[in-house]
Each structure stands twice: as structure tokens, then as C-alpha cells.
């Protein structure tokens, strides 16, 4: 069994933590096990070490979430989407993957996932046991239902053939997608279930759609051709079409935490970061700044404070703020690196154009940010913490607390922490990154080699 | 007749926007003549100009109140308290200094107010009539009362003698103290007024009185001995001994603005700053910030985001802010000086208890910062725009925009501004500032002289 988590979303809905490179499963807000806020992500991750299915499995997530996907969990088996096209071609991409440098075969059977849900253990307990829904069934595809507790019409409803459940499984009649109230009360008198989007066939089956619509069937070449696929959804590409298709059926917690709301239910304080509450009832505040939150006779509510807004909203509004926050998407304010983190502390726009942007770097030990130079932009970086090495154009040079270095426009440059450093970093130029150059993968070992071959300063 | 207008307060009512270095008075979130914010003291100024009165006034304040005072109303006659004590010592101060240097005669009248009250143009018609009803009346001090619109136990109240208002003024008879709402309603219906803490007396007055116990009539030797003065309101060590005491009574707006609910309601806009209110009724936001802000479903609230914190309360909670955000008093993270702003981007306490502060500092045209140096600081200066000159020990040096300039400690060093500048400043070390030496008041021209004396730089 191949178990591929699908990593998308970009999460308006959970402005202004969520952003373009940190979205819903990101945010270390639900309670831990230790007590410790950690993201849906993290929970998920540990909840498939216990279920025993960790080692099975893929994450499939754009490049701008991989290194807070390896800042979270580790380096993980990773497959890359070339762009953001929905769950269709994603998981179409994953199994030509599978195929290929996985080296799984045809029979193999494949659970895809979303890995932004919140539930309870038992889900991947029912996880494990959808191979063998499939194999007794023998149908195309199965998936898991989950047991409806109010009759909403925000979820897709799967109907069942009637009368089957003993076995664990059932027939699956037809679907219906957000359906009015009145109509899911019936749906769920009748024994229909939600669809969270978990879907279980074989890996041939998938492989042998592809081949018949005429997409590719190859890794490389599904990679090259992956901005043809439609931007539909598995449900409307595949599951929908399909001939022979069984659920399982799950009792325990499945909840989206796609709003303020319904996230604040998962959190263990209702205070978390620097400040107090005072007369407060049923309110969440989450403060991520360096300064403290106040908050005074408030009634459900929900306080963000996070470094690319602030929100205060009444917990039953939350969920329309996807339509209030597109006029303020801007610069993500905070990032996690797979090296460190970056947090912005200013940025100005001067009269002239020229962007100057302060940011706070800490880069974690032995890690070093990435070999790169910029066209129009100038650094200037004062080391406030720590003791690392720079490599500037030709050289290697040591650098600890109170040492500036000044990175001028077309310089190559990189930084290396021997222990946790810190910096201050003041940019100065144009913030074109399309310009820019990028050596993503080098080692500190490759980057100190290119830095001997005798690369010259251009200023 | 002479005008003194007392600048005190700390303002924690007014967290986060108010602060040690910003008063009440200081905050500029008042409707202004043209539709442009305005501070109390901003308002009050434009309103003693339109009376008349600002050629005979002298602001007495704290040094540490100086710098905003210049930024906002320019260099006004300044009264330096040497410490906060009260009202009876900063009085003391300023009849001392009148008939000292500002030469004024014992038979001079004196009137005294606060700075920090929202009043209407008619309270500065009644302030000038003052001293023809001193005059008239031959009382030893005249007051302001005003007229009160509820039988509120939050002010002091001025009993007066009956029947006697045709003159425009009344005998007092009587003073008491925040009475409970029934005594108060008595009071009103025998005529009694507010206590606004305006005084108008003869200088010589209070002269004669210091002289009685033995206080300091010379300036010089009232600032030396400044401290030894009882921290006691003037109305306790002067208007509840005196003998004969008339009142004026004042019939327009006086407010407090004491309060985040009772400023709010001289506020132009009900959102002030980055962001956007959606669905929300009586709200007010107001946002210093760089990043935005979302308000959504909120009722009678105020919503303030500001560099030293963030404060979400409802409306009639806010009076209960001072005993809050004790807590959360620490540096001031913006503050306007006579030179030009400073906003304090971050702020980390190192483990081996050292201090980084990153900074941004915009400095006007012609103006320049503090002659200074720091025994255990260092500071590296990112100009990001602007051009100006650098004192850094014996030299004078150009700078312009990407110019990096270090500071060592024990560096003298100050900067210019030729045209508007900006630069980022990353300090390490100790923050303690009693052993720095700055000499504050040198001209840039003085300044250059002591680099031409060759002081030397000592690293």
C-alpha cells in the first residue's frame, strides 16, 4: 500500500496566520500531546507513526511548501506538483510517480489523502483497512464515509445501496454535493455518508485512465505536460465516472478547521502569546507578536495577531473573512525555512521605487540558506546571535555577533551557521525575484567549491 | 496676564497608543479643523491662538515631554519640571520662573490650566475674563466651574453661595470630592459645578505663600529644592486653605477623553489606518500599524493597534484598562522627538543577557540627533534613504542611500539630515542608558567643532 498525502489550500479562511507559504495544516495552534501547540500537519504525521503507516507514505505539495513541510515533520519522501491544478491532476502526477521512481506497481494499491483534516486515531485505523475493502469488494475504487452528526449542506453526500453494512462496506449508489438541509436530513435518514476525499484504488487502474484519455503515463513526461491537465477535482475527474465503487464507514472526528471557529475549538489555551484577557467569554486569542494583546469584555470572539495582520472578529463571522482578506494578500510577514525562520519587521516603498525591507533571519545549526545573488538589490546583514561562516563571491569568511556584511547587487553570497545564528538583514532594491538566481540544492561543501573556482565580484 | 498650561499625565488609560513619552494629550486621533487628525495639545493650541491668548503662554512639562511638545506646536516658552510631583510643586515651578526670568510682577494674574481637557472655544473667553473678575471680586483666587450635565461622583464639586450669579461669577463656599451619585444630584440642584482645575490668582499671591513655609520665590534655588515640595495637588496645599474664593461658570463641552470610550466619540473616522471594519456597529479602530487590520461582527468596541500593543475592549470596559496593562509597560516602541520619529521594529534579550534592538529612524531636513556615545553599546546605521553627514569622533563624513555606518561604543557620533532621511539601526549591548553621555542641546555646528578639536576614537 502507497499512501499519498495531498498538501494543498491556501487558506484565506485562516488570515492572518495562513499565507501563499503557510496554509491551514501549517499553523502550530492545536493542542499537542506534550501540551505544545502543534500544526494539523505535525498531528497527522504522528498520528501515522501510530497507526503504523508513516513509512507508506508521500507527501505531494508545490515547491513553496517544502521547506516548512521539512521544517515541520523532516525530510520526507516528497513529490513535487509543478504548479497548483487541484486534486485531479496532483494525484495523477503521484501515481505516475509511484510508477516510476516509487517503482510500485500496477496492483499496488494507493489511499490518497488530504492531509488538512482533524481526526481522531481511528481514521487511519480505517485507513489500513481500505485495501482490504477493495480487494473483497472488487470494485474500482474505494473510499471512506464518514458518519454525518448534523445534516449540513456544506459536504458532499455519498448514497448507499441499503441493507449492506455488515461486512463493513457498502455499495455506493450516487453522490450529492451540498445538498439544502431538508434534502441531507433525508440523505442521512437514508444511511448516506460525507465524502472527505479519501480515495483507495489500484495503481493500474489510475495509470489505465491516464493512458486512455491519452495523458501521460511516464513521470518525466507528466511533469513536462502537467499544466495541460484540466484544474478539475478526482471527485469530478474520475470518482464520479466510475462503475464499481464501495465505501467504509468511519464513526469517529473528521472536522476541516477551515475557520477561526472551528479551529479555535481544537486549541488548548485561549490565550496564547504575550498579553491577557480580561472578562472575556467563549473568546480565542492568538498573538504571535512581540508585543502584548489586550483583550476586555469580549463575547465569542476570535483575536489574531500574527506578522501579517490582525484580525478580531465575532466567531460566527469567521468564516466570511476568505471574502474581506484578498485587498490585504501582500509579502508573507513570517516563514518557516527548512533552514530557519524569517520574520519581516518593516518595509517600505520609496518615493522612487527602491523597496527597503528589514527582516529578522535566525538560521538553525548547520544550516545554511541558499547560494544565490540578486540583480537589483543590496544587503547589508549585522550578525546580532551566533557564530557561522559567509561565503561572498570568492571567499569564505568567518562571521560572529557584531560583524556586518554588506552583499552588494550581483554578488554570490550564502550564510552557514556553526551554532544558532541570527541576523538583522536590511534590503535595499528592486524585489523582482524572477531575476534573481537561486541555487536551491548546493551543500555548504559544493557552495565553499564554486566560491575556490574563483567566482569574481561584480559591483 | 500670564498663562500657564500643565502637561502632565502618564495615560495608561489610553494603552497602547499612550506611553511614557506619549500622553494623552500627545495622541493625534482628535477631528482637526481640515479633516486631519489632531492631538489634545494640537487643538488646545490652535484654540488658545483663536482666543488670543498664545503669546502669554508657557507650557510646564516634564523633559521627557519637551521633544513631542517642540514636534507638535514648535518651540513654545518651556517651563522644565526637574521630576513629576503634582500639581502644587509644577505651580510653585512656574510662579518662580514667571517672576524670574519670563520678568513678570508680583501683581501680574497668573491663570493656570490643564492641557489635557477637550473643551470648546467658548472655555478660552471664559479663561480670559478671569482676571476682571479676580479684579472685580478681590477674592484671592478666581476659578473655572463647570456646568454639570450629570450627577456624576467622578469629579470634584464647587459649592457656591446662592443667588448671586447676575455678575458672572459666584462665592465658593465649599469643595467636595467625587460624592456619591445622590449627594451629587443635590449638589447640581444647588447650583454646585465641576472643578475643571483652572486657577487664576495674583502672582504675588503665591509668592507670598511660598515665602510663608519657607519654599524657594527664586527659580534657581526652586529647581535645586524642586524635590523637597509635598507631591500634593494644588487644590490641596492652596484652593482648600484659601480664604476667599470666587468662580466662574463655564457652559460649553469639557471632556476628559480619559478613556478609550469617551475619546472615541471625538473621533472623525470610525477606522483610522491600514485594514477594514466589516459588520460591525459603534466600533472603533484605530490602526498605527504597518500590517493591516480586520474587524468583523464586533459591537461597542475599540480596537487599537499600536507599536507598544494591541488592544481589543468593549467600550464600557475601557475605563478598566489602567489596572491591565501595568503588566505590559516596558520600553516605548514609537516615539516623535524634535528631530524627527523613531519606531522600534524588534527588541531580543540575548541569553548571555545582552540586547538587540532594530530600529527605524527618519530624521527631518536641518535637523540632527543628539551628540552622543554609549559606554556598552554599538550600533551599525543602514541609510535606506536621504542624504546627510556623519559626526563619528574626529571625522565629519557624507552619507547617502545603501551607506553603512558603524558605531563602536564609546564613539562619539551624531547624524544630520541634509534632505528627509531614514536609516535602519541594529544596536547590541547594554541598554543602559544612565551611563550613556549625551550632550543634548549642541548645534550641528557645535558638534563639528568638537570633531575638529581631534577627540579620538576609543574602541
Redesign the interface.
Known sequence: MKLVLLSGGSGKRL??MSNESRSKQFLRVIAGADGRPVSMLQRMWQQLDAAGLQQDAYVCASKAQWEIISAQIGEVPFIEEPARRDTFPAIALACTYLAGPAGARPDDVVVVMPVDHFVDDAYFHAIRRLPDVLEASGAELALLGVAPTEPTSKFGYIRVRPGESARGWQWVDAFEEKPPAARAAELIRDGALWNCGVFCFRLGYLLGILAARGAPTQYAQMREEFHTLPKKSFDYEVVEKAESIVVSRYEGAWQDLGTWNALSEQMEHHFAG???A??CENTHVV?E??????????RD?V?V?A????????K???S??KD??G??EGRP?YEERRWGTV?V????K?PDG?E?V?R?VEILPGQNISYQKHLQR?E?W?I??GEGEVALDDRILPVG??D?V?VYAEQWHAIRARTRL?L?E?Q?GSALVEEDIVRRYLTWDEIKQHCGAGLRPHR
Open positions: 488570515w492572518p504575550l498579553g491577557q480580561v472578562a498573538n507578536l512581540g508585543i502584548p494583546v489586550v483583550a476586555m469584555g469580549l470572539a483575536v495577531a506578522p501579517d495582520g490582525i484580525l478580531v472578529t465575532d460566527a463571522m469567521s466570511a473573512l474581506v482578506v485587498a490585504f510577514m520574520r519587521l518593516d518595509v517600505q520609496l527602491t527597503v528589514v529578522a543590496s547589508v549585522t546580532t546571535e555577533p557584531g556586518v554588506r541570527q538583522i536590511v535595499r
